[in-house]
């Protein structure tokens, strides 16, 4: 009887499943850029990149982002990051990022 109640007991108390970040959508991407963009006081076009999986930063994807123009290569690049559709924030893009090597497009 006893083995019984224990078995019983330890299987409430499992922990919850993991499950992974996937990336984010194509509409959540849009949005989180907006808000990105309204955080880094962007003002114009921006262009944007495809999603790519983070090993650092605030989430577990990231697209990188600038302003579009005529001098565009000269302007910043950023780092937007999410998980799932989340989004999570925005930082200056790093050396591992490639942000300058990624072709960009703009974002609608």
């Known amino acids: 009887m006893t083995l019984l109640l224990a078995g019983c ?11 992974p970040p ?10 989180g850029v907006k808000k990105a963009a309204a955080e880094a ?9 495809a999603v790519r999986h983070a090993d650092h930063g605030p989430g577990s994807y990231f697209v990188c982002v600038r302003q579009s123009g005529p001098s565009a290569g000269g302007r910043p690049a950023y780092s937007v990051f999410f998980d799932n559709d989340d989004y999570k924030g925005i930082q200056s893009s790093v050396l591992s990022e490639a942000c300058e090597a990624e072709s960009l497009v703009p974002i609608k």
């Open 9 to 19: 007991a330890s299987s409430a108390n499992l922990p919850p499943v993991y499950h």
């Open 22 to 31: 996937h990336p984010p959508s194509a509409k959540a991407v849009q949005e």
């Open 41 to 49: 006081k962007l003002t114009g076009g921006l262009e944007t990149s």
